[in-house]
């Protein structure tokens, strides 16, 4: 991932923390370029992403306020119902290859009609 994300990224995760918080200024550009090591062209791109994002505000000689919080993630429901359907297929094989004759064994001694 270029650097301009991963410092946009890690802004952001900081003003959704809180170090950063609605309102406050940012560190100036010189201080963010010696905290990322990052040239002048790569910290201004980071705060160009958080700017459209509408969480800052830039101006020249002022330097870069934050506006609003970041919008939350959306949960991946996707991948959690992989991981999910992934340990329903484990418990699956397990019960076929290991526990389900005892369990079939129990279940044709209960009166159940199923």
């Known amino acids: 991932m270029a650097k301009y ?7 952001r995760r900081r ?6 918080p609605v309102g406050s200024r940012l560190p100036g550009i010189p201080a963010l370029q010696e905290q990322y090591d990052a040239a002048l062209g790569t910290v201004r791109a980071a705060e160009d992403i958080l700017r459209d994002e509408g969480l ?10 934050v506006l609003a919080l970041p919008e939350p993630a959306p949960a991946d429901v996707l991948g959690k119902l992989r991981v999910a359907q992934s340990a329903i297929s484990a418990a699956i094989d397990a019960l076929e290859n290991g526990a389900a004759p005892a369990a079939r064994r129990a279940g044709s001694q209960s009166s159940d009609p199923r």
């Open 15 to 20: 003003i959704a923390a809180g170090e950063y």
């Open 56 to 65: 800052l505000r830039t101006a020249q000689g002022e330097g870069s306020f």
């Open 5 to 11: 994300r991963d410092i946009a990224d890690d802004l």
